[in-house]
């Protein structure tokens, strides 16, 4: 039988050290990074059902956290406010957000979950999972959306709306006012906000000619400019050899300024976008079964461009070249269950033995009094880190 280190490549491998291997998504690799910097594999469940509740929890255990994971279809007032003040907390104190949706449709359905209505996820949310029960077309259909997400952000519109004097008018021998615009490219679905923009200013420019109409005062001219900007989204550069310093060297006031201007190069993640394939659950009888989950490993062996990695119980990295993150729910400091048939594992069990990355806590967290939510974050934070560390000594050990 072959040795556990080959059966699981990544099982004791630093976070740095798998930051730097190929068949990483850019996002997987910045995700790494940020966990190795910041020294924490805790993911937050901001269960909540109010703008106030989430930005609050966010604010609160924002510095403890790699990943928050939402549910804004819980969300009672979800709006841009929500969007905006995610999206700031998390530039701040350093955290992708998560959006913990589990589509499971066919593909033009699920694209529209994803790129439309009031929750528009793709233009906020780094992350997003899926069951892969319909069929392999689940990834590919979010993936073609996420790229046109990506292109759309990479392309700016802007209108230029101005008034010349009425002499301008007489000279052209022209009886009314003109109006002269560029259009956008009506084949790119993506760019329809920013169509619905342009045509607001070219009817406001036409209200304004009307208003005018008779008097000759002014052209009212409206141009449009479109320009394209390259998203960084290649892996990072190699860690820098202070990343792997030993610790126990620097004061805890040290030690708290190098992670912070380490954090201040690592910059903010790229504008990019990846799937996690919800391939087991920590619910009593579900019905995920073993070859479900194989299905999972193999198709996202299959699209390593996209595919981040796996809501999962145990690490699925088998094999050579498998590098893909797992995060595990249901876990508490101590094992259990609820009357809902969740079942609750250990840090311990899940990250020491299991070989997974980030533990995701809800109500061990939300579930505090809020003057404990930072105390409780910070107490998974430790309890995930240090079973981090314990497998990083058995490898060691077992060379």
Not at 155 to 166: E, L
Not at 341 to 360: C, L, M, R, S, W
Request: proline share 5%; charged share 25%.
């Amino acid at each position: 039988m072959a040795p556990s280190s080959q059966r699981h490549p990544t099982l004791y491998q630093t976070y740095g050290e798998r930051s730097e291997q190929p068949n990483l998504t850019p996002l997987a690799s910045y995700l790494l990074r940020l966990i190795h910097l910041k020294r924490t594999n805790l993911c937050v469940s901001a269960d909540v059902n109010t703008t106030t509740e989430l930005l609050q929890l966010a604010e609160e255990v924002g510095e403890h956290i790699c990943v928050l994971k939402t549910h804004a279809d819980i969300i009672d007032d979800f709006s841009d406010r929500t969007i905006r003040g995610l999206n700031e907390i998390s530039r701040r104190k350093k955290f992708l957000i998560f959006e913990d949706r589990k589509f499971g449709d066919i593909g033009s359905t699920l694209q529209q979950q994803y790129t439309r209505g009031p929750l528009a996820i793709v233009k906020w949310a780094s992350l997003v999972n899926a069951a892969l029960f319909p069929g392999p077309a689940v990834i590919t259909a979010l993936a073609e959306a996420a790229q046109k997400a990506i292109a759309a952000h990479n392309t700016s519109v802007s209108t230029d709306i101005s008034a010349s004097p009425a002499a301008s008018l007489v000279d052209s021998g022209r009886d009314d006012e003109s109006v002269e615009g560029a259009s956008d490219d009506d084949d790119d679905d993506e760019d329809d906000d920013d169509d619905d923009d342009i045509d607001s200013d070219v009817a406001e420019a036409s209200d304004l000619a009307e208003d005018r109409k008779g008097r000759k005062q002014s052209v009212v001219s409206v141009s449009t400019t479109i320009s394209t900007k390259t998203e960084a989204i290649s892996p990072q550069p190699a860690l820098r050899p202070t990343l792997s310093r030993d610790s126990t060297q620097s004061s805890d006031a040290e030690e708290a300024e190098e992670v912070a201007a380490e954090l201040a190069e690592l910059g903010p993640p790229p504008f990019h976008r990846s799937l996690l394939l919800l391939a087991q659950m920590s619910s009593a009888g579900n019905l995920l079964t073993p070859d479900y989950t194989a299905q999972c490993v193999h198709h996202a062996r299959r699209n390593r461009d996209f595919v981040m990695g796996f809501i999962a119980q145990q690490s699925l990295n088998k094999e050579a070249g498998d590098n893909f993150i797992t995060m595990t729910p249901g876990v508490q400091l101590t094992q259990g269950g609820d009357a809902h048939g969740q079942q609750y594992n250990t840090p311990q069990k899940v990250i020491a033995e299991g070989g997974t990355d980030i533990i995701i806590v809800g109500r061990g967290v939300y579930g505090a009094p809020v003057s404990e939510r930072k105390a409780a974050a910070l107490k998974y934070r430790q309890a995930g880190w240090n079973a981090y560390q314990q497998r990083l000594r058995a490898g060691r050990q077992r060379r």
